[in-house]
Every structure is written in C-alpha cells, then in structure tokens.
Nanobody, 127 residues
Framework: QVHLLESGGGSVEAGGSLRLSCAAS?????????MAWFRQAPEKEREGVAS????????RYMPAVRGRFTISHDRAKNTIFLQMNGLKAEDTAMYYC???????????????????WGQGTQVTVSS
C-alpha cells in the first residue's frame, strides 16, 4: 500500500505563489516511481499538471503551466513539490498527488497511468 498526503493549498490573489507538497509512505513505496500532480476544477475532468520520475528527475508539464510551475523531488524525504508562480484564476482547482511504480522515466500525464492517489488540496486563485 502507498499513502500520499498533500499539503500547501490555500487562497491567493492572481499573480501570487503557492508551494504544494506530497509526502509518500507505505510498505509498497520502494524503488523508482512516476509521481505527478493532477487538478480538477468543478464540473471538469481531472487533468495532469506535471510529472517527475524519481529515479532520474525527468519532468513533464501541461502546456498551460509550463514556465510558471516547477515540480521537484526530495528523494530522502519521499516528497514531491509543486512550486506555482504567476497563479491565474483558471488554476483554481483541487490538486491531487499521484504515484505509480516505474522502472524508467518518461512519466505521462494521464490518469490511467497512476494507481495511487492522495485526497487532494484546494487551490483558489482570485482575480
């Protein structure tokens, strides 16, 4: 079993910044993983925001956040981060952390690519 615990959400004005964290734990969390951030706004489908391969650090971003968001990984703490700068009202959503065991990188941003999910943390950006 793998447990993912997100934190760091909140309410900010447009142009502001937030840093999300996701701590992974559990007896099945070993080796290398793809870990990612997804988000889901009301009445919209869940979409992949950014991913990272814990074995080598390769990253992938959705076009809407590239250049504004940065995903990173602290391997010693089994924690990933999402630094979000230049936030916009359209970034408002519930943000979820996800994980899946992978032997190699190239972590996709599809929901079907991940089998462990956190409970989510709310990000609200006011314009």
């Amino acid at each position: 079993q793998v447990h993912l615990l997100e934190s760091g959400g909140g309410s900010v004005e447009a142009g502001g910044s937030l840093r999300l964290s996701c701590a992974a734990s559990g007896e099945d969390f070993y080796g290398t993983h793809c870990m990612a951030w997804f988000r889901q706004a009301p009445e919209k489908e869940r979409e992949g925001v950014a991913s990272i391969f814990t074995g080598g650090g390769s990253t992938r971003y959705m076009p809407a956040v590239r250049g504004r968001f940065t995903i990173s990984h602290d391997r010693a703490k089994n924690t990933i981060f999402l630094q979000m700068n230049g936030l916009k009202a359209e970034d408002t959503a519930m943000y979820y952390c996800a994980s899946a065991w992978r032997y190699s990188g190239g972590c996709d941003l599809g929901t079907d690519d991940y089998n462990y999910w956190g409970q989510g943390t709310q990000v609200t950006v006011s314009s």
